[in-house]
Structure formats: structure tokens, C-alpha cells
């Protein structure tokens, strides 16, 4: 979207990024501001139940990701992000956190309600992009974490894109990172601890498109903690008013470190070590579209090379085959699990989405099985190409005593 009049968020990002390069005018910069980014409000309630009791939780979320970028001389471009992010617990005046300011301390893994969430300079030149700074890492093992870094692109050959990146400074707390409570190195009595995110990431990545297969390959090193890789292949046709996709995952880990720690010491002999192993993921979907109609189904298979905990994803799902809403998690994986899962919907007039997804998994743990499974019924309204309502209610059923939970969401989305 390009902005043609002046605004104050104009004038915000051109005067952030004009700093970069002087070669850019603030006029220069406010004429080449491209804006983008989504507002968005959740309601959650949640309902946990063990063999202890009950746990209910109402919140309303308030969440805006905007990010300017703005052209500058000589190829060079320039990005600033910012986020705000609040929660406040309904019917519950005294942990709302709609304040912006001294003594904030947010909602999440950013520190405060209202921050800079992107900041970096970029260079293109011919098909080669180089982007240096505070950045989302985008890689096929995260969501939407950020680090500070640098990411290459490389598109010279048609149809694939070449990618390496190296970050540091991981974000850390953020709630879909299983290992993010994790830490790694000297126990000493005396030292303040290091976090598993506090450790480098680099990888590097192949993605192509040849119609009708488009395939990624990653590979990933978390410093002293874990290699990460993945494949992804998919094949798309089209059969009359039908469309047909098969996706396969080949993914895995293998981990540098024996073990981690819940805490920054441990005495020795002393519960609190989690042991490493390596793991392997395998998946595979099939889906199909026509009338109106729309299904899926799939298969996931974990296998954990020992009895220690073992990782396929770093922050949230990835880019990895799921399904569900709340049962599946590649982040910290602790037994070996086998999945399925179906999915159907069928959408009204181009607006109206009505559908359900049920996923089933069994685990074993120390010798045992574990099933479980998740019910999920979804209605999905498009009001336009950028407003957006969403609400689902999602039942997870656990055997062996362990937690049943009940999630239900109502959400509201604007893209810019």
C-alpha cells in the first residue's frame, strides 16, 4: 500500500529511516513508504480439567503488527516494524495492560505493550537481496520469531530462490517455544544461566516452484544445541473443477548437547536434566477442493532416537504438516507419536466457511500409550480481502488421567 499523503506514521517511519542513508530526503522517503501489517482482537476461554480440578481463563487480546519499508538511493531500502500487544483478563481490572509506558511490562515475549519490533537495512542488487538488522527470521522451523542478523536472497536461477541466514540475539519467552525455559551450558551456582534461544542460528535453504512441484530444503544449527533439517515437497493438479494436492515432510534433528537444564543450577543427582536425543519427523497430506467443498487428510509419525526430549521445530508449528488448534506440539517432543488427522469445510458464496477438523494421536511414554485426540468445528467469515472474522471451539480428550481442555475463540482481523 502506498502511502500519497502525509501522515504521522509516515512521518515516524521516514524520519527512522532517513537516519540510515542520508542520501533520502525526509520528502524523498515519505513518497516511498510502503505500509503493511494486520490489526487484529482475539477472545479466548479456556477451560482445563485434571484429576486435581478445574482451571477457567478469559482474556481479550488486542494485537497490530505495522511495518514500513521505504525505498532509499542506490538500491538501498530501509524497514521499521512496530508492535502492540496487549491482554487483559476478562472481568479482571487490576492485570488489564492497555498502559504504554514506565513500568510496562507487556503482554508476551516483547518486553512491553508497545515496541519496535523489525528495524534493518536492506541492498538489492540484480536478483541478490541482503537484509542486516532486527528481522522476522522466516525460516521453515519458526512462525514469527525475530533475531538480529543477516538474511541473503538469491533468485538468478528461475523458479528457486537461494537463502542463508545467521542471527543472533534469539527472541526469547515466546509462548509457542517449548525449549524457551530450557538452559544450557556451565552449571555454576554463581552464573545468571543461558537460555537454549540465547545460542546463534544459522541455515541455509533451497526453494523452488516448477508447476506443478514446489519443494523446500532447509538446514539449520542452533549452536551447541541441535541440527535442524527439512524437506517439503508438494505436487498440485487440477482434474475439471477439482483441485488435488500431495504434500510430503521428511524433517529431523540431531542434537549437539546431551542434555539441558530446567534452571540455572542443577545440584548434581538433583531432578531437573532433561536429556537430548536425536528424532525424526515423517508426514504426509493429501487435500482436495471442488464446489464449494474442501478436505484433507494426514499422517504424522515422530520418532525420538532414545528416551530423552528431542525438538523438530524451533517457535510454534513451522512450516510442518498439522492440524488441530491445541493437541499438536514439535517444539519439545518427549515420546515417540504417531498422528492423523481429517479435515472438511465447505464455504458459502466465497464468504462463509464452515468446517471441523479431528485429529488423533498416540504416544508412548516410558512404556505406555497415551491417545488423545481433538475436535475442532470452525466458521470462518470474509467480509472483504482484508477484514476478516473468525471463531473456533476446539474439545481435547486425553486418557490416562492426563489434562482435557476445552479453547474457544472468537477473532477479528484487518490486514493493511
Same mark, same amino acid.
Given at each position: 500500500m502506498k502511502l500519497v499523503k502525509l501522515s504521522l506514521a509516515a512521518i515516524v517511519a521516514a524520519g527512522a529511516l532517513s537516519s540510515v542513508a542520508s542520501a533520502a530526503s525526509l520528502e524523498e522517503a515519505i513518497k516511498n513508504v510502503d505500509v503493511s501489517g494486520y490489526a487484529r482482537y482475539r477472545f479466548d476461554s479456556k477451560k482445563i480439567t485434571t484429576v486435581a480440578g478445574q482451571n477457567t481463563?478469559?482474556?481479550?487480546?488486542?494485537?497490530?503488527?505495522?511495518?514500513?519499508?521505504?525505498?532509499?538511493?542506490d538500491n538501498f531500502f530501509g524497514v521499521i516494524g512496530f508492535r502492540?500487544?496487549?491482554?487483559?483478563?476478562?472481568?479482571?481490572?487490576?492485570?488489564?495492560?492497555?498502559?504504554?509506558?514506565?513500568?510496562?511490562?507487556?503482554?508476551?515475549?516483547?518486553?512491553?505493550?508497545?515496541?519496535?519490533?523489525?528495524?534493518?537495512?536492506?541492498?538489492?542488487?540484480?536478483?541478490?537481496?541482503?537484509?542486516?538488522?532486527?528481522?522476522?527470521? %522466516?525460516?521453515?522451523?519458526?512462525?514469527?520469531?525475530?533475531?538480529? /542478523?543477516?538474511?541473503?536472497? !538469491?533468485?538468478?536461477? $528461475? &523458479?528457486?530462490?537461494?537463502?542463508?541466514?545467521?542471527f543472533d540475539n534469539l527472541q526469547g519467552n515466546d509462548g509457542d517455544m517449548g525449549t524457551r525455559n530450557l538452559f544450557i551450558g556451565e552449571?555454576?551456582?554463581?552464573?545468571?544461566?543461558?537460555?537454549?534461544?540465547?545460542?546463534?542460528?544459522y541455515g541455509v535453504a533451497a526453494i523452488g516452484s516448477y508447476d506443478p512441484v514446489s519443494f523446500q530444503a532447509w538446514y539449520a544449527a542452533l549452536d551447541s544445541v541441535a541440527q535442524l533439517y527439512a524437506l517439503d515437497v508438494t505436487l498440485g493438479a487440477n482434474l475439471g473443477s477439482a483441485d488435488l494436492s500431495?504434500?510430503?515432510?521428511?524433517?529431523?534433528?540431531?542434537?549437539?548437547?546431551?542434555?539441558?537444564?530446567?534452571?540455572?543450577?542443577?545440584?548434581?543427582?538433583?531432578?531437573?536434566?532433561?536429556?537430548?536425543?536425536?528424532?525424526?519427523?515423517?508426514?504426509?497430506?493429501? %487435500?482436495?477442493?471442488?464446489?464449494?467443498?474442501?478436505?484433507?487428510? /494426514?499422517?504424522?509419525?515422530? !520418532?525420538?532416537?532414545? $528416551? &530423552?526430549?528431542?525438538?523438530?521445530?524451533?517457535?510454534d508449528q513451522g512450516a510442518f504438516i498439522t492440524a488441530g488448534e491445541d493437541l499438536l506440539d514439535y517444539t519439545l517432543i518427549g515420546a515417540d507419536q504417531s498422528?492423523?488427522?481429517?479435515?472438511?469445510?465447505?464455504?458459502?458464496?466465497?464468504?462463509?466457511?464452515?468446517?471441523?477438523?479431528?485429529?488423533?494421536?498416540r504416544a508412548e511414554e516410558r512404556g505406555n500409550y497415551v491417545d488423545a485426540y481433538e475436535a475442532v468445528a470452525r466458521v470462518d467469515y470474509k467480509y472483504s480481502k482484508k477484514l476478516n472474522f473468525k471463531t473456533w471451539y476446539s474439545y481435547i480428550d486425553r486418557d490416562n488421567n492426563e489434562a482435557d481442555a476445552k479453547h474457544l475463540r472468537f477473532e477479528a482481523r484487518y490486514n493493511f
Amino acid at each position: 500500500m502506498k502511502l500519497v499523503k502525509l501522515s504521522l506514521a509516515a512521518i515516524v517511519a521516514a524520519g527512522a529511516l532517513s537516519s540510515v542513508a542520508s542520501a533520502a530526503s525526509l520528502e524523498e522517503a515519505i513518497k516511498n513508504v510502503d505500509v503493511s501489517g494486520y490489526a487484529r482482537y482475539r477472545f479466548d476461554s479456556k477451560k482445563i480439567t485434571t484429576v486435581a480440578g478445574q482451571n477457567t481463563a478469559n482474556a481479550h487480546r488486542f494485537t497490530s503488527d505495522i511495518d514500513f519499508k521505504a525505498a532509499l538511493d542506490d538500491n538501498f531500502f530501509g524497514v521499521i516494524g512496530f508492535r502492540y500487544d496487549s491482554i487483559d483478563n476478562s472481568g479482571e481490572r487490576a492485570n488489564a495492560q492497555t498502559n504504554v509506558g514506565w513500568n510496562d511490562d507487556g503482554f508476551g515475549e516483547y518486553g512491553q505493550t508497545f515496541n519496535v519490533r523489525q528495524f534493518y537495512l536492506g541492498y538489492t542488487a540484480g536478483n541478490t537481496t541482503v537484509q542486516a538488522g532486527r528481522q522476522v527470521l %522466516g525460516t521453515f522451523f519458526t512462525d514469527d520469531m525475530v533475531g538480529t /542478523g543477516i538474511k541473503v536472497l !538469491n533468485s538468478d536461477i $528461475s &523458479g528457486l530462490t537461494l537463502a542463508a541466514i545467521a542471527f543472533d540475539n534469539l527472541q526469547g519467552n515466546d509462548g509457542d517455544m517449548g525449549t524457551r525455559n530450557l538452559f544450557i551450558g556451565e552449571n555454576s551456582a554463581t552464573a545468571a544461566g543461558e537460555h537454549v534461544y540465547d545460542r546463534n542460528l544459522y541455515g541455509v535453504a533451497a526453494i523452488g516452484s516448477y508447476d506443478p512441484v514446489s519443494f523446500q530444503a532447509w538446514y539449520a544449527a542452533l549452536d551447541s544445541v541441535a541440527q535442524l533439517y527439512a524437506l517439503d515437497v508438494t505436487l498440485g493438479a487440477n482434474l475439471g473443477s477439482a483441485d488435488l494436492s500431495l504434500q510430503a515432510q521428511y524433517a529431523g534433528s540431531s542434537v549437539w548437547s546431551n542434555n539441558v537444564r530446567t534452571a540455572p543450577f542443577v545440584a548434581p543427582g538433583a531432578a531437573g536434566v532433561v536429556e537430548l536425543d536425536d528424532a525424526q519427523f515423517l508426514a504426509v497430506k493429501a %487435500g482436495a477442493k471442488a464446489f464449494g467443498f474442501d478436505g484433507s487428510v /494426514g499422517y504424522v509419525n515422530i !520418532n525420538t532416537q532414545g $528416551s &530423552g526430549a528431542s525438538l523438530i521445530s524451533l517457535e510454534d508449528q513451522g512450516a510442518f504438516i498439522t492440524a488441530g488448534e491445541d493437541l499438536l506440539d514439535y517444539t519439545l517432543i518427549g515420546a515417540d507419536q504417531s498422528i492423523y488427522f481429517v479435515t472438511a469445510g465447505y464455504t458459502f458464496a466465497d464468504k462463509v466457511r464452515v468446517g471441523a477438523d479431528y485429529v488423533g494421536s498416540r504416544a508412548e511414554e516410558r512404556g505406555n500409550y497415551v491417545d488423545a485426540y481433538e475436535a475442532v468445528a470452525r466458521v470462518d467469515y470474509k467480509y472483504s480481502k482484508k477484514l476478516n472474522f473468525k471463531t473456533w471451539y476446539s474439545y481435547i480428550d486425553r486418557d490416562n488421567n492426563e489434562a482435557d481442555a476445552k479453547h474457544l475463540r472468537f477473532e477479528a482481523r484487518y490486514n493493511f
